[in-house]
């Protein structure tokens, strides 16, 4: 015998709450926006038009549609359509997929940092994280824009150069052709023009409309009408672009013109094998419990110089830092220990050689300053041969950002006979050193607390704290290539991505803890 089957009479119940289980993900999502003040989507809103679909319920669709790993809003719409769980969350309302989109990347572009802050406190008050330390890591994500139409900064760098040779070339021979003709070069502005160094395409602009009236009142001049030509069709044109090329990459050295602010970065994921630059964004993550507690989307490939405006953006949101700041040694250096120190942050951040000051090489090789000696009152150093290093002069390094870098230069007496000095550099002349005693300080506190008991164990942790994150988001969730354009834009989808991972893992903490009550 069969159950009766038949579809004359098939409909959906009135009530989907029955098919949704009581410890759904869903209703996890349901009930954290829920809590959210209506207040806080007002500025998303500016009034006036046709009423809108409540911000809530596309918030609750957006987000559970990124815990299903559906990223597209055509996709998310489809959902809404067809999927109980999405019915029941936008309460059988069906919004169009520009509706979803519109919403997710232009209304919320000032209000998703204020709902994930939100959240994070709701988290934060249940006993989720408690915000004393902050582990952070980085990844890059491959950006939406086609991977061969690059603009490379130094290729700009020539190729206007070599223009601006051609403009004064131009002009040098207009000049000459004048004083030929007899004609009076009156324009005392366009010779200057064929000596200038440099020429902007303000000037140019102006330079060309001058000629253009000279060639009014002498038509039949042939040389100049030429001129006039390769300025207004060619010269011009290219000085504008190039220009506006170098305006777009700041102080970048490439970016994608489908996709203007991405950078080319090297990615891990390098389907050819061939070491490819792919266009990108660098996506910065801090996590406590494996829970996202701050997010920030960088152009620069590498993570040094990601830190400090990612713990801004962090500061700024939250209103204040956690207590310790645990990373690896991508971020260590000496303009990131000093901002840790002045924002009163305990640092256990990595330096470039801290593995390798473990090894039997780095431990044996004695022109390494680990194992020379430092006189503080007489300020030398004593190499492993005992011989002295004085000091000469100080010099300044200023970083990109405006950091001022000291080191003191050090000079050997002489090495003369030194039985070492083929294993300790390989100058001719005596052996020279320049030393950043603050970069020392800052290595041997580092070291001391990354060698305790605590620190070791939080080092320890930082290996299954972002990375997991990152593992799940990319390799679980399936989330490889942004689907937006745009640092605005893409900075909302990580917004988007952080949200929902919060929000499964509370799903699976409460599951996990429910597991161990019934057991």
Known sequence: MYIQYTMDQLYLPMDLEEDIPENHLVRVVNEAVNRLDDQIFREA???????????????????????????SSRQIAKAVRENIMFMWIAGRQRPDFRTINRFRSERMKNVLETVFTTVLQFLAEEKYVQLDHYFVDGTKIEANANRYTFV??????????????KIQTLFASIEEAEKQEAYEWADQDLAELGEASTVTSEKLEVAVQRLESKLQSRPQDKPL?????????????RLRKYETQQEVLGDRNSFSKTDTDATFMRMKEDHMRNGQLKPGYNVQIGTENQFIIGYSLHQRPTDTRCLKPHLETVKAALGKLPKTVIA????????????LESEQLEALVKYSTYHKEKSKKWQQDISKLDHWQYDEIEDTWTCVAGRKLRFRYEGKE??????????????????????FKEACTKAKGNREISVSMKYLRYKQQVREKLRSEEGHALSVRRMIEPESVFGQMKNNRGFRRFLLRGLRKVSLEVGWLSLARNLLKKAAVDQKVEMAVQG
């Open 45 to 71: 809103y500016s009034g006036g038009g046709r009423d809108s679909y409540h911000p809530k319920m596309l918030t609750k669709v957006i987000i559970y549609a990124y815990t299903q790993r559906i990223y």
């Open 152 to 165: 490379w900064g130094k290729a700009v760098v020539k190729h206007k150069a070599k223009l601006q040779d």
């Open 225 to 237: 009408k030429k001129a006039v030509r390769v300025l207004r069709k060619d010269l011009l044109p």
């Open 328 to 339: 690896d040694a991508g971020y260590g250096g000496e303009e990131n220990y000093a901002y």
């Open 398 to 419: 200023i970083t990109e950002s405006g950091y001022e870098i000291r080191k003191r230069h050090y000079r050997s007496e002489s090495c003369d006979g030194c039985p």
